[in-house]
Every structure is written in C-alpha cells, then in structure tokens.
C-alpha cells in the first residue's frame, strides 16, 4: 500500500512550499530575508543538498518524497524499541504494525514536510530517554536531538512542555521510589536544547535577517489568533483547566504504575489536552508525535486478542482507500504545473504564485496566501502589494486563477495576464477596435491562433492601440518569450494530466 500511494498520492500543497524553501537555499537565497517562510530552517537546509543533486525536473517531489521512507522507517522502529521497554516484544511489534497503518500517520509520513523530520528526531529523543536512568549524558544527549527537532520545528516547545508537565507529575504523584535525582540530567537536557536553536540564531543575526526570522516564525503565527474569534480562542482554554485535572485525578488512581509507564501515559494526556487547549489551528499532522504512544497503550490494552488488530488493519486500510481515492493517480496536476513552469520560465525569471507551488522560481511578492495570510489581508493588517511587486520586478509569469489569490491581486493578474493552461503570461485579449493596455513593460508580440502577426515589440506600460484588418479575428498581446517557448494562449496546456 505504501509503495501504490508514494507514486498515486495526490501532492498536499505544503509539499512544494517547502521544496520552494529548499530550493531557495540551492539558489543563494536565505529564507526570511529574500523570500517568506514561517517554518523553522532545520528541514529545508538538510534536504536542499538532495534537491540540488536531484535538480529541475517535472516530477521533482516524489524524488524529495524518498528520504521521507527513512523517516518512516525510524519512526516505527522507535515505536517498536518503545514499546518494548514499556512492556514486551509482541507489543513493540504489534504498536509498530498498527502505527503504520494509522491513516493519519500513514498518508503523513509519505509527504514532503517539515513534520517527518521533527517527528523522527522527537522518537530518537524518546529512544535515548528511555533507555534508562536520567543521567546528565543521557539528559545532553537527548536535550541535543531535542534542539534538532527545534529547529526543525517551532511545536518541539509544545513537547518540551509536555515532557516537563509528566515529569513534575511523576515526582510528585510517586516519588523517588528508585533514589534517581533527576535534577542535574534535566538541566542537561534543557542545556543540550538551546545549543542548536542558538547557533542557528546566530547565523541569522550574522545574515541579518533576524528580524524577519522572529517576524516570519513568531509575529505571522501569532497572527492566527486574529482568524478566530474570543469564544473559539478562550473556550478550549477554559475547559483546559477542568480537563487536566480530570486527567490528574486519573493519574492519581494510577499512581502505583511502573513509572515509566506512568510517565509516558500522563505525557500523552498533557500533549493532547495542550494541544487541544492552546493550539488555534490543529491538524492531522500536528498529532504525529504521540501517535506511537497511542498505538502502545492501545496494543497493551487489547492484549493477545489477535482478532481485534486484524479488524483494526482492515478497517485503517479502508480509510486510507478512501483517502487515496482507491489508490488513484493524483500527482498529475502538481506535475503539469512545474512541465509547463520549466517550459515557460527561465533561472532568474520571477514567478508569481500563491506559496511556492511553482518550487524553482522567485515569488515577486514577499508575503504567500495561505489561510493566515488571507484573513489578515482581509483585517488590513497586511497589504496586497501583488501589482507593485509584479511590476516592479518585471514579472511576466503567474500560476493560474483560483480562489485563494487576494481580491486585489486576484483582479490585477485576471485584467493583465493571459491563462496558457496552468500558468498565466503577461498580456490581454486585444478589443475589437485595437485597443489594449500593458501593466508590466517588456518585449511582446501580437498573436493570433495562427500564430504570430506582428512582433517582438518593446512596449512600455499603460495604453496602446493597433490597426486592425479584421475586427472579427481574435488577438491578444503576449509577452514575446511565451509564444517563443512554444506557449499560447490559444492552446491551453493544462489538459494534458
């Protein structure tokens, strides 16, 4: 099954947002300061050395969706190593089967995203951790794997956290049954997680691109909070209070547990009610980290009851049939784009997109149109500067129409750019009396379905008219390198996935 949907599954829009992040550092280009990013670095940087190797092609993600089967892989072997220090062997193997089936994990773990990276370096902290007593080595080493994930994602906080919540309760629901000090092993791991953290900091101060760092990463996400109104925000925090101490009181009962497995399961409930309680905008994705934990508990729960993990299979597996549209080939349309991105666009030639779907070319405009974006632009707390940036930066080229540009920038690109299939080139439908206007100024040419009649011409931006022979026939104004990279707008080029 994952080896049908690594080729059939339909590409997630985050994937070639975090490609256009990695392919930015092959192109000398640093995040926050020359283009928008609100993700930590760590993953874009480790993976942009394989996309340099890989290079410009079409079909460019599933090559960057293969190192994404290594994280898989250590993921669920975490789970097993997990499981089996928690209890025994057959829940280890058990937990791992089923996590690998868990829809949410299974279509995850295949796609191009920060997420895999940080939830495989969170499992091999979890591996260190639990491999016995917390030591000051043990503590350091697992607090640097911690920084890793850290930089690899701003949600390790919520994990560090949840770890220092279970810990607290442990200590003070059981004691220090075994004589361990924990003290000195968890300020080595706190001290193990800022090493990484800090020297990518450091880099961006060197850069000087700090301030769009803190910006993109910390003053945009926080910016969510203005999509949501008072009630969505303060109602989960509320019952947060309420929640946990039902889940304390639960942990209490509890108490005499082994201590790891206390541990691990108050940490469970503490991530997913912090989660719930403080996190505006939850995901599948954002469950990943303790979805190993859940596969454990559950196994140990159902025992030997072989049965139940059968019906579990085949249930998990339906749901991914459904998800996947029974296993149907979805990654056309992702691929058509960047066919006709190559075909249309050269290095060095801006682009203009929603979020980096179009991976290998500079946005004009710094800020991307996702959904936090578009509901602050519709508050006014940022501005649709789409036109000036396109013009400033003589940007001929733009991903096609859809619903998620800006209305502004929306209605610019639809008056001054012409749709040749997937992606759109600077140009208009010339009016029956020759009349037509040009917003960005450059080379173009005047075309008619039989090809080119009049061109190249060096326009300069604003009104211009032509005389006409035959006001009947239908002709458009182009930007001259489109027709000359066998582009047209009378033959649309998105029909071909």
């Given at each position: 099954m994952r080896a049908v949907a690594f080729f059939r599954y339909r590409f997630d829009s985050d994937e070639p947002q975090h490609l256009h992040v990695a392919w930015g550092w092959t192109a000398g280009l640093l995040p926050y300061r020359d283009f928008f990013d609100n993700h930590a670095p760590l993953f874009h940087i480790a993976t942009a050395p394989i996309?340099?190797?890989?290079?410009?092609?079409?079909?460019?993600?599933?090559?960057?969706?293969?190192?994404?089967?290594?994280?898989?892989?250590?993921?669920?072997?975490?789970?097993?190593?997990?499981?089996?220090?928690?209890?025994?062997?057959?829940?280890?193997?058990?937990?791992?089967?089923?996590?690998?089936?868990?829809?949410?994990?299974?279509?995850?773990?295949?796609?191009?995203?920060?997420?895999?990276?940080?939830?495989?370096?969170?499992?091999?902290?979890?591996?260190?951790?639990?491999?016995?007593?917390?030591?000051?080595?043990?503590?350091?080493?697992?607090?640097?794997?911690?920084?890793?994930?850290?930089?690899?994602?701003?949600?390790?906080?919520?994990?560090?956290?949840?770890?220092?919540?279970?810990?607290?309760t442990t200590i003070v629901m059981r004691g220090r049954r075994d004589g361990a000090r924990p003290a000195a092993g968890t300020a080595a791991l706190l001290l193990g997680t800022a090493i990484v953290p800090a020297i990518v900091a450091l880099y961006f101060v060197e850069q000087g691109a700090w301030d769009r760092l803190v910006y993109c990463n910390f003053v945009f996400n926080e910016g969510i909070r203005a999509t949501r109104t008072t009630a969505a925000v303060w109602g989960p925090r509320i019952a947060y209070v309420p929640l946990m101490i039902i889940a304390l009181r639960i942990a209490w009962r509890k108490r005499d547990a082994r201590a790891d497995r206390f541990f691990w399961a108050v940490a469970t409930a503490v991530f997913f009610l912090t989660l719930g309680g403080f996190w505006i905008l939850i995901s599948p994705r954002d469950y990943l980290p303790f979805l190993p934990m859940i596969s454990i508990f559950a196994v140990a729960a159902v025992g030997k009851r072989t049965w139940i993990f059968a019906v579990l299979a085949l249930v998990f597996a339906a749901f991914i049939v459904k998800e996947t549209r029974g296993f149907r080939d979805q990654t056309h349309e992702e691929i058509t784009m960047i066919r006709q991105v190559l075909r249309l666009t050269r290095p060095g030639e801006y682009l203009m997109d929603i979020k980096g779907e179009t991976i290998f070319r500079q946005r004009p405009s710094y800020p991307i149109f996702e959904f936090i974006t578009r509901n602050q632009m519709i508050r006014g707390m940022i501005a649709d500067t789409v036109a000036e940036d396109v013009v400033a930066r003589r940007c001929y080229a733009a991903q096609a129409d859809g619903e998620f540009w800006p209305p502004r920038a929306r209605a610019f690109l639809s008056a001054n750019f012409l749709d040749l299939g997937r992606l759109r080139a600077a140009g208009q439908w010339i009016k029956a009396d020759g009349s037509f206007t040009i917003a960005v100024p450059g080379e173009y040419v005047i075309v008619s379905h039989d090809g080119v009649i009049r061109g190249p011409l060096q326009l300069a931006a604003g009104a211009h008219r032509i005389e006409r022979a035959n006001s009947a026939e239908r002709l458009a104004v182009i930007w001259a390198p489109a027709i000359a990279r066998g582009l047209s707008p009378f033959r649309l080029q998105d029909r071909d996935f």
């Amino acid at each position: 099954m994952r080896a049908v949907a690594f080729f059939r599954y339909r590409f997630d829009s985050d994937e070639p947002q975090h490609l256009h992040v990695a392919w930015g550092w092959t192109a000398g280009l640093l995040p926050y300061r020359d283009f928008f990013d609100n993700h930590a670095p760590l993953f874009h940087i480790a993976t942009a050395p394989i996309l340099g190797w890989v290079g410009e092609r079409d079909n460019v993600l599933l090559y960057m969706r293969a190192p994404m089967l290594v994280l898989f892989a250590v993921v669920v072997y975490a789970t097993y190593t997990l499981g089996k220090r928690l209890y025994d062997a057959e829940v280890g193997r058990w937990a791992a089967l089923m996590l690998s089936l868990l829809p949410p994990f299974f279509l995850k773990s295949l796609e191009y995203r920060t997420d895999n990276l940080w939830v495989g370096l969170w499992m091999i902290a979890v591996v260190v951790l639990t491999g016995g007593k917390l030591t000051i080595a043990r503590g350091f080493a697992a607090g640097a794997i911690l920084g890793f994930a850290m930089a690899t994602s701003m949600k390790t906080s919520l994990l560090l956290i949840t770890l220092g919540i279970a810990g607290i309760t442990t200590i003070v629901m059981r004691g220090r049954r075994d004589g361990a000090r924990p003290a000195a092993g968890t300020a080595a791991l706190l001290l193990g997680t800022a090493i990484v953290p800090a020297i990518v900091a450091l880099y961006f101060v060197e850069q000087g691109a700090w301030d769009r760092l803190v910006y993109c990463n910390f003053v945009f996400n926080e910016g969510i909070r203005a999509t949501r109104t008072t009630a969505a925000v303060w109602g989960p925090r509320i019952a947060y209070v309420p929640l946990m101490i039902i889940a304390l009181r639960i942990a209490w009962r509890k108490r005499d547990a082994r201590a790891d497995r206390f541990f691990w399961a108050v940490a469970t409930a503490v991530f997913f009610l912090t989660l719930g309680g403080f996190w505006i905008l939850i995901s599948p994705r954002d469950y990943l980290p303790f979805l190993p934990m859940i596969s454990i508990f559950a196994v140990a729960a159902v025992g030997k009851r072989t049965w139940i993990f059968a019906v579990l299979a085949l249930v998990f597996a339906a749901f991914i049939v459904k998800e996947t549209r029974g296993f149907r080939d979805q990654t056309h349309e992702e691929i058509t784009m960047i066919r006709q991105v190559l075909r249309l666009t050269r290095p060095g030639e801006y682009l203009m997109d929603i979020k980096g779907e179009t991976i290998f070319r500079q946005r004009p405009s710094y800020p991307i149109f996702e959904f936090i974006t578009r509901n602050q632009m519709i508050r006014g707390m940022i501005a649709d500067t789409v036109a000036e940036d396109v013009v400033a930066r003589r940007c001929y080229a733009a991903q096609a129409d859809g619903e998620f540009w800006p209305p502004r920038a929306r209605a610019f690109l639809s008056a001054n750019f012409l749709d040749l299939g997937r992606l759109r080139a600077a140009g208009q439908w010339i009016k029956a009396d020759g009349s037509f206007t040009i917003a960005v100024p450059g080379e173009y040419v005047i075309v008619s379905h039989d090809g080119v009649i009049r061109g190249p011409l060096q326009l300069a931006a604003g009104a211009h008219r032509i005389e006409r022979a035959n006001s009947a026939e239908r002709l458009a104004v182009i930007w001259a390198p489109a027709i000359a990279r066998g582009l047209s707008p009378f033959r649309l080029q998105d029909r071909d996935f």
